[in-house]
């Protein structure tokens, strides 16, 4: 996405991938597409809406920030799930979530917020910690409707609205100059826009549905923690990027209360509670 994001704009990036991601998904579940239900449609959207806000803000983030800590602080989105449940669902929670949380908040300080002061903070790792909040909405809204709902809606719809607002996106934002369009065409533009709409759109997301039926949202985001340590070595070897040691020390903060909080203070799947939408 970094790579890319140099030579097109950030929803137009999102336009070509997530409507590329979508075609095949439509072929492949053309058969259960026909038999969704009102209620099917209504949850695909709403988890259809987390989703392009997170990757809007998300997306306009790694524009700039750097990869590495683009992934660690939507790793936050973790801890983030359980403080959700309490705070908008009345769901207990033991104290070693909130001690999580709290180490993982003092964490996001040290890695994005410069020894200059908060003054300096960086514009993308702003927008990138909305997109936390919405991706902790996202897997807590898949893991309440895929036990009760078309598992091909949701992985369909969910993508089919991240590409209908981003490609609606496109010429609003171009004609009120918040975002021109440009689009250079080239080969780290089209590998990122390509390896992204297939493998981590058409393949990952409907695996991600399927998956939370068999799990809960914690134990998900249990394993999501495990992609920012991934990101970090990726962005080390392919972009050179070398985190210091002030950010270094945020990063271990929250991985730590992520591994607090999931592991000693779990709470209740999800789906065995009232969430509306």
């Not at 058969?31 to 803000?57: E, H, N, P, T, W």
């Not at 533009?189 to 914690?218: C, D, E, I, K, N």
Request: glycine share 8%; proline share 3%.
């Amino acid at each position: 996405m970094k790579n890319a994001l140099a030579d097109i704009s950030v929803f137009a990036y999102l336009a070509f991938r997530f409507t590329l991601g979508a075609l095949p998904m439509a072929w492949i579940y053309r058969s259960d597409l026909r038999k969704l239900s009102r209620g099917d449609v209504r949850a695909g959207i709403i988890v259809g809406l987390c989703m392009a806000g997170g990757y809007a803000f998300q997306t306009a983030g790694i524009a700039r920030t750097t990869p590495s800590k683009a992934a660690f602080i939507t790793g936050f989105s973790v801890v983030l799930i359980p403080i959700l449940l309490a705070i908008v669902w009345r769901r207990k929670i033991s104290v070693w979530a909130w001690g999580g949380a709290l180490a993982s908040f003092v964490g996001l300080y040290y890695l994005t917020v410069p020894r200059q002061g908060i003054s300096d903070l960086n514009r993308g790792d702003l927008l990138v910690m909305g997109c936390a909040v919405l991706y902790a909405l996202q897997i807590i809204y898949i893991e309440r409707y895929s036990a009760a709902h078309s598992l091909a809606g949701l992985s369909f719809l969910q993508v089919a609205v991240t590409a209908s607002l981003s490609l609606l996106a496109v010429p609003v934002l171009h004609a009120t100059g918040l975002e021109p369009f440009y689009i250079r065409s080239t080969s780290a533009m089209w590998t990122g826009v390509l390896l992204t709409a297939f493998f981590t759109t058409s393949l990952a997301y409907p695996l991600l549905v399927w998956a939370q039926r068999h799990t809960t949202a914690t134990n998900t985001a249990l394993i999501l923690a495990g992609e920012p340590v991934f990101a970090a070595i990726t962005s080390y070897f392919m972009v050179h990027e070398r985190l210091g040691s002030r950010a270094l020390m945020g990063a271990g903060l929250i991985l730590a209360g992520i591994l607090v909080a999931e592991l000693m203070g779990r709470v209740p799947a999800a789906a065995n509670h009232s969430i509306d939408a």
